[in-house]
């Protein structure tokens, strides 16, 4: 294990500057500004994000690797916290 402990993550509907690109000039709702998710929210934003991803795929929202790209993504922020993502769990339901 290594020596240290990840507490926050980089906030993935801003990507870190605290605002949102969608509507310039207001904060971001997910972190508020701050840039950063605190664990619990992190992780919650990913398991959001990997939905949306194949959501809006099969919506005609964006294309297959932009959805491929955000579930990368969510695996990612899944690892950094050593947890085992909902959709990989093998034991039934998340809890
Ligand atoms: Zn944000």
């Given at each position: ?24 000039g ?6 508020a500004?701050?840039g950063k998710?605190p ?26 690797d932009?959805?491929?790209q955000?579930?990368r993504?969510?695996n990612?922020?899944?690892?950094a916290?050593?947890v ?8 039934g339901r998340a809890?």
């Amino acid at each position: 294990m290594a020596g240290f402990t990840i507490t926050r993550f980089r906030c993935g509907s801003c990507d870190g500057d605290g605002m949102l690109f969608s509507r310039p000039g207001t904060t971001c709702t997910w972190c508020a500004g701050a840039g950063k998710l605190p664990r619990a929210q992190a992780l919650r934003q990913a398991e959001t994000f990997y939905a949306l991803a194949s959501g809006g795929y099969i919506a005609g929202d964006h294309s297959l690797d932009e959805c491929r790209q955000e579930e990368r993504r969510a695996n990612a922020v899944y690892a950094a916290f050593g947890v085992v993502p909902p959709w990989k769990q093998t034991s039934g339901r998340a809890a």
